[in-house]
């Protein structure tokens, strides 16, 4: 492993918005840890939590939560946190596998899957983030009229997401296969990941999918 990424990983666990979820206490950690107790957000597979973080800065009266696997990736997402002085996001390393284990009180309002690693190999649906295993997850940790945005770049993960949707019976919110051919978008809806801006550099089009459980 090169140098500088071993370094990131020792350090991340010490910096005061960065959660494991392997901690005991790790709920109740996140819940001290925000200064007022708002609607909550979080992303899932931030890599470094463009989205969250462009969200707490314009939304204060929510918190949000940045969750990857990866802990070197949540070490750029904290000290661009830091730098930019936004106290009401905070990271988590954890697999989305694991988040039932974490979320037993605290619920989200809103998930963003956010350019999620598309998995087109049929071997490997059960890694995508919208295969049913996950969503069974996101329904536990979300509350009752919470929502789930997925954004890609990905023909094969928009259709299958959309396939799923249908054979779940979930409420599909909005969809499109070009968010940016309309126009009056709403921010929330418009914030670029670094990913995002690398697809867009390739001129690929963005997707955005919106559904519920009710
Ligand atoms: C392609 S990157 C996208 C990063 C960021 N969302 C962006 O748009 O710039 C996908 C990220 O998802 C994370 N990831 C993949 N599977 C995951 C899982 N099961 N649980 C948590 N994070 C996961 C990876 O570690 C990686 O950082």
Redesign the pocket.
């Known amino acids: 492993m090169p140098r500088k990424k071993h370094i990131k990983i020792a350090q991340v666990r010490t910096f005061s918005n960065v959660f494991d979820f392997s901690n005991i206490n790790v709920e109740s950690d996140l819940q001290k840890y925000f200064l007022k107790e708002q609607p909550l957000t979080i ?6 939590a ?2 969250s973080i462009n969200l707490a800065i314009n939304f204060p009266e929510r918190n949000f939560i940045g ?4 802990p070197n ?1 949540l070490w750029n997402a904290s000290k661009n946190a830091t730098t930019l002085n936004v106290s009401n996001v905070a990271f988590l390393i ?4 694991k988040l039932e284990e974490v979320f037993k009180n605290l619920k989200a309002e809103e998930i963003w899957i ?4 598309p998995y087109p190999r049929n071997g490997s649906i059960k ?1 995508r ?1 919208t295969h049913p295993r996950f969503l069974q997850i996101y329904k536990s940790i979300l509350t009752s009229n919470g929502k789930v945005n997925l954004k890609t770049d990905d023909d094969t993960l928009y259709e299958y997401t959309l396939k799923i949707i249908s054979e779940e019976n979930l409420k599909l919110v909005f969809a499109t296969e070009d968010l940016y051919s309309a126009s009056n978008l709403d921010y929330e809806k418009t914030i670029k ?4 801006k690398m697809h867009l550099e390739n001129e690929k089009k963005i997707k955005l999918i919106t559904f519920s459980f009710t």
């Open positions: 992303e899932l597979g931030c890599g470094q463009d989205y969750i990857d696997r990866k990736r954890a697999y989305a596998e956010t350019f999620p690693d890694k983030l990941t670094k990913y995002e």
